[in-house]
């Protein structure tokens, strides 16, 4: 049922500072804008990005590649109507499309081969979950299925030539072991201990712990979160704890060294190099966001603590992760390349939902309304940025590189205006609600806040 406003000391606090309206209706804005984008054509679909320009069924409307995906498929609307349905009724349009997704993705699961949560199974398993718990059950069995001792073979075409198991959280065995862990049931163990299993036969001993590539042959290396040995760390230290394995909560550990040892302790900060070695992506070298920096990195020492880890200092390295995002500059878009990006993988909506799960998860209030204050700069950011006409409101990134640097109005999760209506409805219900505010959770982060709170996973391997 939809979250009610409770007064609360903290709340009251929280809503002196000002009208959360704005959010609200924004996000609402952005969120009609998408429905609108939404295509039938054996079930629901959505496409990419839209140019200003176009027909609604004209050239440059086409589904992405995978049509279904979290990342920028169907699938990536239901975090944003588990989102909904915590503050409001869902209207009989949203209701009709979320039975289409489950009726899409039930159907499309058996005989999908893309292991991946965010291009593959894992992802159906979390649209499924979110919408209707129970109809996940059909996507966990295939991924069982398709289990071999090595992980799962992708079809992403990541490594050109090449279907061997990739390791990280978007398109590998580590955002598999994350979705399995989340959702529970009766796979999820062989699941979990498959991935951990094949994650360690390919991890890459340093001379501070232990490092996962993309692939077991990329040489280069994205060390964060999405691609890097953080996320794949994270991975280890859940289901370890999930499973009772030591050795992969060791492994985890193993993982966080290499980490620290690539990275800098500077200014009571934590920050990670975006690429090793740099001149391998033509980017700016330490980033913020969640795919390449502190915010999605700071996971990494919230599933330490989640699994019992203190001999690192793990509370006090997820801090330091924070403080670095609080000092970069961000929102403000301080020289080309820098901060030019709203979205969730990649900017702005991303870095908010870390900031909110921290202070939901923060026994300092002082501390808690730092980074609530820091989340509203980011709702304000996105309320500067975006479109908005009688269509709705969308926001159109830059890349600078190009000579058009004003990129199409994105539509999805991971990279447009799905996921940035999401956060923005959350931060409406949590200045509205307080910092009981439940959190729809999702399989990469739901240990990052208070069990309490959670609203879908994180429950115990059975």
Request: glycine share 12%; with cysteine; net charge negative.
């Amino acid at each position: 049922m939809p979250e009610k406003n409770e007064s609360s000391e903290t709340s009251d606090s929280i809503n002196s500072r000002g009208s959360y309206d704005r959010y609200r209706e924004l996000g609402e804005a952005a969120w009609s804008w998408v429905l609108d984008q939404v295509r039938e054509d054996d079930g629901p679909w959505l496409p990419e990005t839209v140019p200003e320009d176009a027909a609604q069924d004209g050239p440059g409307i086409a589904p992405a590649k995978d049509r279904d995906s979290l990342y920028s498929g169907i699938a990536g609307l239901a975090p944003v109507l588990a989102e909904i349905a915590r503050y409001r009724e869902p209207t009989d349009r949203e209701r009709s499309l979320a039975a289409g997704i489950v009726t899409r993705l039930s159907a499309a699961a058996k005989n999908r081969t893309e292991p991946s949560l965010y291009d593959g199974l894992a992802g159906d398993v979390t649209a499924l979950r979110l919408l209707e718990p129970g109809t996940e059950s059909v996507a966990l069995r295939r991924l069982a299925e398709l289990a071999t001792p090595d992980g799962w073979k992708t079809t992403v075409g990541f490594e050109a030539g090449s279907d061997a198991p990739l390791n990280d959280i978007i398109m590998g065995t580590a955002g598999v072991v994350l979705t399995a862990v989340w959702a529970g049931g009766e796979f999820a163990e062989p699941i979990a201990t498959t991935g951990c299993e094949a994650l360690l036969r390919v991890a890459d001993r340093t001379a501070a712990g232990l490092d996962w590539g993309i692939g077991a042959t990329t040489e280069w290396r994205a060390p964060n979160y999405s691609h890097g040995t953080a996320g794949v760390a994270s991975a280890l230290a859940v289901a370890g704890a999930a499973l009772g394995r030591e050795d992969f909560v060791e492994a985890a550990v193993q993982g966080a060294r290499h980490v620290l040892s690539v990275g800098s302790l500077d200014d009571g900060g934590f920050v990670v190099p975006h690429t090793i070695p740099p001149s391998k992506r033509e980017v700016e070298p330490v980033t913020y966001t969640w795919c390449h920096g502190p915010a999605g990195t700071s996971h990494l020492f919230s599933a330490l603590a989640h699994a019992g880890v203190t001999g690192l200092g793990v509370g006090e390295l997820r801090q330091r992760c924070l403080t670095s995002i609080l000092a970069s500059g961000l929102p403000q878009r301080l020289r080309p390349g820098f901060w030019d990006n709203d979205g969730r993988c990649c900017g702005t909506a991303g870095v908010g939902d870390v900031l909110l799960d921290a202070a939901q998860d923060c026994g300092d209030p002082e501390t808690a309304e730092t980074l609530v204050r820091a989340a509203r700069g980011m709702g304000d950011a996105l309320v500067e940025r975006a479109i908005r006409d009688e269509e709705g409101a969308r926001w159109r990134f830059l890349e600078h590189r190009q000579e058009s640097p004003l990129l199409p109005p994105g539509t999805a999760w991971m990279q447009g205006a799905a996921g940035i209506a999401a956060y923005l409805f959350r931060l409406t219900r949590f200045l509205g609600t307080g910092p009981e505010a439940a959190v729809v959770d999702r399989p990469d982060q739901w240990w990052a806040v208070p069990e309490r709170l959670r609203t879908t996973g994180g429950t115990a391997v059975s």
